[in-house]
């Protein structure tokens, strides 16, 4: 059974250009999370996605958009890259319908680097 | 709003020593607390939760108990390895049950020491 997985690994941008970062969550599950991770901090978190929706969302910019497909994967787009937005982007899944699997499962990241 | 207060690191300890991770938390509810561990180069694991207060979470050797009185969630191990060297987070979630987000603390990084 796969993980969460997230690519890419790594990704290297320059400031005001736009960045996809893509996820797909663990089997059965239908809910995603996105969450910024800068260095020597902790993750905060970006937005939820559930039902092709976004659910919750944290204190963060419109440059910052989602998108949930219908096969639960999803994307983050950050728009007008600032180099603040360098971090680390985790996507975490988990199971709604499910009431036993509210665990929320994290993706290994990508390290965006913006110069 | 909710919130999460972690002790700084980096915290470096022998093998076998005993660990003490302090935690306390603020929330407007009754919040479910958890215990994540980063290690280098991975993603977030769950080491441990506890959903209501007195609640006691354990994982590998690890320990932590949910005190609403003094609003703390102290990780604890009698005796680490130095396969525990990793980074440690506090985080809470308000709507646990209904996926909620994750608040979580600037975390506190462990060395052991052989």
């Known amino acids: 059974d796969a993980g969460v997985t997230q690519s890419p690994t790594h990704l290297i941008k320059t400031r005001g250009q736009q960045v996809t970062l893509r996820c797909s969550p663990k089997?059965?599950?239908?809910?995603v999370s996105w969450y910024q991770q800068a260095l020597g901090q902790g993750p905060q978190f970006i937005f939820q996605?559930?039902?092709?929706?976004?659910?919750q969302r944290g204190n963060f910019p419109d440059r910052f958009s989602g998108h949930q497909f219908p096969n639960y994967s999803s994307e983050l787009n950050v728009n007008a890259l600032l180099l603040g937005d360098s971090a680390l982007y985790l996507c975490?899944?988990?199971?709604?319908?499910?009431?036993?699997?509210?665990?929320?499962?994290f993706g290994p990241g990508t390290r965006l680097t913006v110069l | 709003g909710d919130s999460v207060t972690q002790m700084e690191g980096p915290v470096t300890l022998s093998e076998e020593a005993f660990l003490t991770i302090n935690c306390t938390y603020t929330?407007?509810?009754?919040?479910?607390l958890f215990w994540y561990v980063q290690y280098p180069g991975e993603g977030l694991q769950l080491l441990l939760k506890?959903?209501?207060?007195?609640d006691k979470g354990s994982n590998k050797g690890f320990e932590a108990t949910y005190r609403k009185e003094t609003t703390s969630f102290h990780l604890e191990k009698g005796s680490v390895q130095v396969s525990d060297s990793a980074v440690y987070f506090c985080?809470?979630?308000?709507?646990?049950?209904?996926?909620?987000?994750?608040?979580f603390g600037q975390g506190t990084e462990l060395s052991v020491k052989p």
């Open positions: 975490a899944s988990s199971g709604i319908r499910d009431s036993t699997s509210h665990e929320q499962f």
């Open positions: 089997s059965g599950h239908d809910t």
């Open positions: 996605y559930y039902e092709e929706e976004e659910r």
């Open positions: 929330a407007t509810g009754y919040p479910s």
């Open positions: 506890a959903t209501k207060a007195d």
């Open positions: 985080a809470l979630s308000e709507g646990y049950n209904q996926g909620g987000k994750l608040i």
